[in-house]
């Protein structure tokens, strides 16, 4: 029986901001569809503006559980820009968490609501989530021979001309680096073999397609590529053992202390166009991320384990960017599950958004 309340109690440190993230989602379509209406009129830069405005109070909340609520610590090295730019985020892919981690450094940077991604097509099926990251800039890929590289441009085009801000997500590796998964890494590291590339150990080689088109579409837009390293500092971490980075409901159940974030700019202008290099520039990056993660994990020198090297500094998230959004979407929502009429509106929306988000996403990819 005690076994059992230490297990019930364990799975409530994430059932219950996973109960408020989801519970929220309703309201939250419900006040984006009722402003895509009210501006359908307005320049699609209004539209832009108060949308964006809209997923920073969302994302703000979400925060709230993954930072203040988790209680971790937060390592920055490098320089983050104090002014907002439009750029490309590349990092390496671990974990679900790895989205959080651009939301948090986006809104150490006040740009949480420019934030876009690049998601995995299967990605488009999530109930509501699905459809509104289409609608909010996000672009849906396949892998390989299925790419579909026009509707890439076209989506990324209307983006640009409407003025949209741009904070573009890519994980070039396409899939998650799992230490445990050795088919996946050594199939990679065959790949590297094959085409005369560096082979990588700690992540997978990545793929520039949906990174090449971003860039050469956006160029005249964009200032800089974001190149990010994340390493997720384990409890029971043991030297040269590496451990799968944690789930989101880990990390909501405190497995992570620390998470380290390796920041480098790199200018648009030095990004090279031409396919063929453009693939060596990538991969070059992520070899740099190699060596990096190769020290993290593996350093013959007590201090520089679970360090990357340079300057580092805690970055605290204080309380006054995250609980006024929790406030506001619990505020909306509460009353909403209080009435009758407000219930039926709840249920429908979550049914018939999610039926007719699933039909939009794939009519209009």
Same mark, same amino acid.
Request: proline residues 5%; hydrophobic residues 40%; glycine residues 6%.
């Given at each position: 029986?005690?076994?059992?309340?230490?297990?019930?109690?364990?799975?409530?440190?994430?059932?219950?901001? $996973?109960?408020?993230?989801?519970?929220? $989602?309703?309201?939250?379509?419900?006040?984006?569809?009722?402003?895509?209406?009210?501006?359908?009129?307005?320049?699609?830069?209004?539209?832009?503006?108060?949308?964006?405005?809209?997923?920073?109070?969302? *994302?703000?909340?979400?925060?709230?559980?993954?930072?203040?609520?988790?209680?971790?610590?937060?390592?920055?090295?490098?320089?983050?820009?104090?002014?907002?730019?439009?750029?490309?985020?590349?990092?390496?892919?671990?974990?679900?968490?790895?989205?959080?981690?651009?939301?948090?450094?986006?809104?150490? *940077?006040?740009?949480?609501?420019?934030?876009?991604?690049?998601?995995?097509?299967?990605?488009?099926?999530?109930?509501?989530?699905?459809?509104?990251?289409?609608?909010?800039?996000? &672009?849906?890929?396949?892998?390989?021979?299925?790419?579909?590289?026009?509707?890439?441009?076209?989506?990324? &085009?209307?983006?640009?001309?409407?003025?949209?801000?741009?904070?573009?997500?890519?994980?070039?590796?396409? %899939?998650?680096?799992?230490?445990?998964?050795?088919? &996946?890494?050594?199939?990679? *590291?065959?790949?590297?073999?094959?085409?005369?590339?560096?082979?990588?150990?700690?992540?997978?080689?990545?793929?520039?397609?949906?990174?090449?088109?971003?860039?050469?579409?956006?160029?005249?837009?964009?200032?800089?590529?974001?190149?990010?390293?994340?390493?997720?500092?384990?409890?029971?971490?043991?030297?040269?053992?590496?451990?799968?980075?944690?789930?989101?409901?880990?990390?909501?159940?405190?497995?992570?202390?620390?998470?380290?974030?390796?920041?480098?700019?790199?200018?648009?202008?030095?990004?090279?166009?031409?396919?063929?290099?453009?693939?060596?520039?990538?991969?070059?990056?992520?070899?740099?991320?190699?060596?990096?993660?190769?020290?993290?994990?593996?350093?013959?020198?007590?201090?520089?384990?679970?360090?990357?090297?340079?300057?580092?500094?805690?970055?605290?998230?204080?309380?006054?960017?995250?609980?006024?959004?929790?406030?506001?979407?619990?505020?909306?929502?509460?009353?909403?599950?209080? %009435?009758?009429?407000?219930?039926?509106?709840?249920?429908?929306?979550?049914?018939?958004?999610?039926?007719?988000?699933?039909?939009?996403?794939?009519?209009?990819?």
């Amino acid at each position: 029986m005690l076994l059992s309340l230490v297990v019930h109690t364990y799975s409530l440190r994430y059932w219950f901001p $996973a109960t408020i993230m989801l519970g929220t $989602a309703p309201v939250y379509v419900l006040s984006w569809a009722a402003w895509r209406f009210l501006s359908s009129a307005l320049p699609a830069r209004l539209y832009h503006q108060f949308d964006d405005r809209l997923y920073h109070i969302y *994302q703000s909340m979400v925060l709230f559980f993954f930072e203040n609520y988790t209680g971790v610590e937060i390592i920055i090295y490098g320089d983050i820009p104090k002014n907002k730019e439009n750029v490309i985020y590349l990092s390496n892919h671990q974990c679900t968490a790895d989205w959080i981690i651009a939301d948090m450094l986006a809104t150490r *940077q006040n740009a949480l609501g420019h934030v876009r991604y690049v998601l995995k097509d299967g990605l488009k099926w999530l109930p509501l989530y699905g459809f509104y990251f289409s609608q909010h800039g996000g &672009v849906y890929v396949k892998r390989s021979a299925k790419f579909n590289e026009k509707a890439m441009r076209k989506k990324l &085009v209307r983006q640009t001309q409407a003025g949209a801000p741009m904070y573009l997500v890519i994980f070039p590796e396409g %899939t998650r680096y799992n230490p445990d998964l050795k088919n &996946v890494i050594a199939d990679s *590291q065959a790949f590297s073999a094959k085409e005369g590339l560096a082979i990588l150990k700690h992540t997978l080689t990545p793929r520039m397609k949906a990174s090449h088109v971003a860039i050469e579409t956006m160029r005249d837009h964009l200032h800089a590529v974001y190149d990010v390293t994340v390493a997720y500092e384990s409890k029971q971490f043991a030297k040269g053992q590496r451990k799968p980075a944690p789930s989101m409901p880990e990390f909501l159940c405190k497995e992570c202390p620390r998470v380290h974030i390796h920041f480098e700019r790199v200018d648009i202008k030095e990004i090279p166009s031409e396919p063929l290099f453009f693939r060596r520039w990538l991969h070059e990056r992520f070899e740099i991320k190699d060596r990096l993660l190769s020290e993290f994990y593996e350093s013959e020198e007590a201090d520089k384990l679970c360090s990357f090297p340079g300057n580092r500094r805690l970055s605290p998230l204080g309380l006054s960017k995250t609980l006024p959004s929790l406030m506001i979407l619990g505020g909306l929502t509460l009353p909403l599950l209080l %009435t009758e009429n407000g219930r039926k509106l709840y249920v429908r929306t979550w049914v018939y958004g999610t039926l007719l988000g699933w039909l939009w996403v794939n009519a209009f990819p």
